[in-house]
Nanobody
Framework: QVQLVESGGGLVQPGESLRLSCVGS????????IGWFRQAPGKEREGVSC???????????YYLDSVKGRFTVSRDKARNMVYLQMNNLLPEDTAVYYC??????????????????????WGKGTLVTVST
């Protein structure tokens, strides 16, 4: 069965860190562009970070301006996983975070994160709450 599963969400205080994980089963994440998206209560879903498919040992990344310098996306080929390291979390980072995989062409990671493409697979999400 093909699926994506996110984990690592939780309740943290402002300034703390979390690492989200996205694991693929039934297919290799290596060959897919992966996006991390989030949806806060009452808000539209937005793309937080996107990463290209792995080419050898190289991949490219994109970040939403509001998370640049705080979030880092990375790949682990051996574990078939993609991570989103989130540091210095802010209350406005509170949302359900989803990972999604695209099996197909796209022009830029920025447009991928802008949800201009229909993602092939979606996870069910993991909740991140940043609050005192």
């Amino acid at each position: 069965q093909v699926q994506l599963v996110e984990s690592g969400g939780g309740l943290v205080q402002p300034g703390e860190s979390l690492r989200l994980s996205c694991v693929g089963s039934g297919f290799g994440l290596t060959y897919y562009a992966i996006g991390w998206f989030r949806q806060a209560p009452g808000k539209e879903r937005e793309g937080v970070s996107c990463v290209s498919a792995l080419a050898g040992s190289t991949y490219y990344t994109y970040y939403l301006d509001s998370v640049k310098g705080r979030f880092t996306v990375s790949r682990d080929k051996a574990r078939n996983m993609v991570y989103l390291q989130m540091n210095n979390l802010l209350p406005e980072d509170t949302a359900v975070y989803y990972c999604a995989a695209l099996n197909g062409p796209y022009s830029t990671l920025q447009r991928l994160c802008a949800q201009e493409y229909s993602m092939t697979y979606w996870g069910k999400g993991t909740l991140v709450t940043v609050s005192t």
